[in-house]
């Protein structure tokens, strides 16, 4: 019955919705921020750890949304890590035409690897579901406290 | 034509054939609208009224002394006439038309809430309320220091009569503000009884009948309300157009709302005297031609009648309450003994946005998210429901297409 939504709802993205690996608050963080999606009630906060060399060593989330959104913080929180700042604005700004468009500049492993989420461009209501955590974590790496996904 | 009388039977093709936009296929599927509460599909006999007023005899109200604008004018004012008979109010001055719902408590909360509320009294809502029954009532309260209370809400999602009875016994409440069904939960709340118990601690109050008047027939008399508000565009009306009714004597005690054109008087320089009431609370050009279509909606409804649409809107909400409680998984919010056509239900393991997106894609339309009703969805311990909420044109196939719909999406997401 639900065929054609295979494109939006693939396998990696019902797996990193129901379980996500990332999910949980870290027990040290230096960086943190609030993402909420006034329309629908959504809500993510993102959780990051810088090493001494100033690299991500770890991301993690707190969720309240739907499996879009679970998933898509998940697979963030999983290819930032090990990654400067700027590397993960450069890979959130492709994230963001590809969750819009349905393409993505390049064909590194991070964006291969968030590459199942690009069919949610065919739903326009749900695309902000998709970049919420980013909007989320790019505050936190701006020093903002909250981020909104309008 | 006196509508009580009619049959409690509804010839549903016909009324479908009256709604051009059930037609419609979406992505190949038959559209299954499921979305009334959210605003209701429009019949042909409104969209009709609205072209043939711009065809035929458009101009501004109350202004020109020309053909055109009297007929207008006519039409506008018959509106209100046709409101007055609606709700059974004593005079048609006591109709003022507004955008929609928030509009009109907004009107209240400023015009009545800063001018006959005194700073120390409390404005007392409940925690049904979908946001425009809340939000004008704390900007009130920050603005005039009016405490506001909040009566407090059943498991089974009705009206705590006797929490609301407490907050009234120390006779600071100078309002009551309530829904009259809710838009979440799809409770009828007992207005009588709200109203009885306002007034016996010296209280007015305003119900939200944004809801109720869709499902059931509205006597403001009967209720022995003060206040009472609607909108057009749930009434299988036009967007734009709003109902605010009040008691004569209360809308004569407010100062105006909004100021400018239309609710004058005379105006010099120094000071400007207000038009009569309901004029000086209709500042500017109206919504001429959505009051026009909201006209022709209540003679739609009225054709039908309030019998037939409640006996229809009893049966589909009880074969709908059947048939999604039987799916393994999905749970129904509230079970309040009196309530219209509005479900809202969660499904284990999906959350209601994907559910919504699901269904959609099946050409089922359900809404799915907070309803505006924030507080409501924390007090049952959820962040979303889906939603689905019946017109006078839903069927018993459409819920069996939901119900069958939502099997398939529970094991979609099992």
């Given at each position: 019955m639900f065929d054609d939504l295979r494109d939006l709802y693939q396998e990696v993205i019902l797996d990193h919705g129901r379980r996500p690996r990332h999910g949980s608050r870290l027990a040290a963080y230096d960086a943190s921020a609030k993402g909420d999606n006034?329309?629908?009630?959504d809500r993510v906060q993102v959780f990051v750890r810088h090493d001494e060399g100033g690299r991500i060593a770890e991301a993690g989330f707190e969720a309240r949304g739907c499996a879009i959104s679970v998933a898509s913080a998940d697979l963030m929180a999983e290819t930032v890590a090990g990654r400067t700042d700027d590397e993960v604005r450069e890979l959130a700004g492709r994230f963001r035409d590809m969750a819009r468009t349905g393409e993505a500049a390049g064909e590194d492993a991070a964006i291969e690897r968030l590459r199942p989420l690009a069919g949610v461009h065919e739903y326009p209501s749900r695309v902000k579901c998709a970049t919420l955590p980013w909007h989320a974590l790019l505050a936190a790496l701006d020093g903002k406290g909250e981020a909104s996904s309008e | 034509m006196n509508v009580t009388t009619r049959p409690a039977l509804l010839d549903i093709a016909a009324i479908r054939d009256e709604f051009p936009i059930l037609r419609q296929t979406i992505r190949g599927k038959q559209l299954v609208y499921l979305d009334s509460a959210a605003s209701a599909q429009k019949p042909r006999a409104v969209i009709a009224a609205m072209v043939q007023a711009m065809e035929s005899q458009y101009a501004n109200v109350h202004r020109g002394l020309h053909w055109m604008s009297e007929r207008t004018t006519d039409a506008y004012e018959g509106t209100r006439d046709a409101v007055a008979r609606l709700l059974n109010a004593r005079d048609r001055r006591e109709i003022v038309f507004t955008r929609n719902s928030t509009e009109a408590i907004n009107l209240v909360a400023h015009s009545f809430g800063r001018s006959v509320l005194r700073p120390g009294q409390a404005v007392l809502i409940s925690a049904m309320e979908h946001h425009s029954n809340l939000v004008p009532w704390q900007m009130l309260r920050d603005a005039h220091d009016i405490e506001l209370r909040v009566a407090p809400v059943t498991g089974a999602g009705e009206l705590d009569m006797a929490g609301l009875e407490t907050l009234l016994t120390d006779g600071r409440v100078g309002l009551v503000a309530i829904t009259h069904m809710s838009n979440v939960l799809g409770t009828c709340t007992p207005a009588e009884r709200i109203a009885a118990l306002a007034h016996a601690h010296g209280a007015r109050v305003l119900f939200d009948g944004s809801q109720a008047i869709v499902h059931r027939r509205i006597d403001v008399q009967a209720l022995d309300a003060d206040f009472y508000v609607f909108t057009g565009h749930k009434l299988y009306g036009p967007t734009g157009i709003g109902v605010l009714w009040a008691r004569h004597e209360l809308l004569e005690a407010m100062p105006p709302f909004l100021g400018g054109g239309d609710m004058i008087s005379s105006v010099t320089w120094e000071r400007s005297t207000w038009a009569e009431v309901p004029h000086k609370f209709e500042a500017g050009t109206p919504a001429i031609i959505e009051a026009i279509g909201l006209s022709a909606a209540i003679g739609f409804v009225e054709s039908i009648g309030y019998d037939a649409i409640a006996a229809h809107e009893a049966r589909l909400t009880d074969h709908a309450l059947a048939r999604l409680s039987a799916i393994e998984g999905v749970h129904v919010l509230g079970r309040a003994q009196d309530r219209g056509g509005v479900v809202s239900f969660t499904l284990d393991r999906a959350h209601a946005h994907d559910v919504a997106t699901l269904l959609d894609r099946q050409g089922i339309a359900v809404r799915a998210g907070h309803h505006c009703a924030e507080p409501l969805m924390r007090r049952f311990g959820v962040d979303s429901t889906a939603r689905a909420s019946f017109g006078v044109y839903t069927t018993h196939e459409e819920i069996d297409a939901l119900a069958d719909t939502l099997a398939r999406v529970r094991e979609f997401f099992a």
């Open positions: 006034p329309m629908c009630g | -």
